[in-house]
Nanobody, 122 residues
């Protein structure tokens, strides 16, 4: 089994900061891309940011310059530093990782975390 566990969500005022963490555990041979998605009430899930094993990053236009994604490969962990938060950033944030469970697997599987709520409000 593979588990992705997120932490770091909460309530913050506009202009504030939060740091999300997501750690993958279980039977893992290799992790490829990792990323963060979010889903606001009534909306579809959308990509916020992603990062490759070589730490090449990609961001949604709405968060460029405010959010920073990073990873610690030794800890199987991905982070999302969120600064200058706006009310429109309010959503459930989900971690996603592309994982091979064993050396014998010929394909990659995408796993999701359970989500963590981020609320930006005064």
């Amino acid at each position: 089994q593979v588990q992705l566990v997120e932490s770091g969500g909460g309530l913050v005022q506009p202009g504030g900061s939060l740091r999300l963490s997501c750690t993958a555990s279980g039977r893992i041979f290799s992790i490829n891309d990792m990323g963060w998605y979010r889903q606001a009430a009534g909306n579809q899930r959308e990509l916020v940011a992603s990062i490759t094993t070589e730490s090449s990053t990609n961001y949604a236009d709405s968060v460029k310059g405010r959010f920073t994604i990073s990873r610690d490969n030794a800890k199987n962990t991905v982070y999302l530093q969120m600064n200058s938060l706006k009310p429109e950033d309010t959503a459930v944030y989900y971690c996603n990782s592309k994982i091979r469970r064993t050396i014998f697997d010929t394909s990659w599987t995408y796993y999701w975390g359970q989500g963590t709520q981020v609320t930006v409000s005064s």
